[in-house]
Antibody
Framework: EVQLVESGGGLVKPGGSLRLSCAPS????????MSWVRQAPGKGLEWVGR??????????DYAAPVKGRFTISTDDSKNTLYLQMNSLKTEDTAVYYC???????????????WGQGTLVTVSS | QSVLTQPPSVSGAPGQRVTISCTGS?????????VHWYQQLPGTAPKLLIY???NRPSGVPDRFSGSKSGTSASLAITGLQAEDEADYYC???????????FGTGTKVTVL
């Protein structure tokens, strides 16, 4: 069974930075399209951004609320996906999930599997 | 705010059939983008339930079915069971927002 394990969540002050990690088992991040999805306390799911596989160019796309502040990257040597979050705002408080994009056609993707999530709290 | 609208809650007795609607627009579902569904049990991560409008991953009971028509999609649960109590989300792509979008979410309660 494929598993994704996130880490790096915690409490950070507004304006601060935090980096989340996601380590998959049974596949390499180099060959996968992956996304981050977040869920504010008591709220619904919100897509944050994605990275294409290295073989498909490794390009990234972001949702408007985080564009310019968040950066998705991978480290092939550590087989790890990252989400670098800068200029954090209180509204970024959420559980952050990493997930794998599935499907053969761009933007027709679905997400499977999902990690267990890591909580990020932005508060002074 | 989400561009895919779902009813906040639906309920039914064990064994009954319930449906959850997911209403979009011409920039997402109506543009032909697929709809996918997720189940989120309390305190857990979402789990894929339906992909490509109507396909069930291995291990998902055939009590769950999906359909899509025009600018909307639906998830049906037949033979409702207590273990189906969860939040359900639809997901698609929006060409105006240039990103994946989720529905507002629906809480299913088994009476």
């Amino acid at each position: 069974e494929v598993q994704l394990v996130e880490s790096g969540g915690g409490l950070v002050k507004p304006g601060g930075s935090l980096r989340l990690s996601c380590a998959p088992s049974r596949f390499t991040v180099r060959n996968a399209w992956m996304s981050w999805v977040r869920q504010a306390p008591g709220k619904g799911l919100e897509w944050v951004g994605r990275i294409k596989s290295k073989t498909d160019g490794g390009t990234t796309d972001y949702a408007a609320p985080v564009k310019g502040r968040f950066t998705i990257s991978t480290d092939d040597s550590k087989n790890t996906l990252y989400l670098q979050m800068n200029s954090l705002k209180t509204e970024d408080t959420a559980v952050y999930y990493c997930t794998t994009n599935q499907g053969n056609f761009d933007w027709f993707n679905w997400f499977d599997p999902w990690g267990q999530g890591t909580l990020v709290t932005v508060s002074s | 705010q989400s561009v895919l609208t779902q009813p906040p809650s639906v309920s039914g007795a064990p064994g009954q059939r319930v449906t959850i609607s997911c209403t979009g627009s011409s920039s997402n579902i109506g543009a032909g983008y697929d709809v996918h569904w997720y189940q989120q049990l309390p305190g857990t991560a979402p789990k894929l339930l339906i992909y490509g409008n109507s396909n069930r991953p291995s291990g998902v009971p055939d009590r769950f079915s999906g359909s899509k028509s025009g600018t909307s999609a639906s998830l049906a649960i037949t033979g409702l069971q207590a273990e189906d109590e969860a939040d359900y989300y639809c997901q698609s792509y929006d060409s105006s927002l240039r990103g994946y979008v989720f529905g507002t979410g629906t809480k299913v309660t088994v009476l």
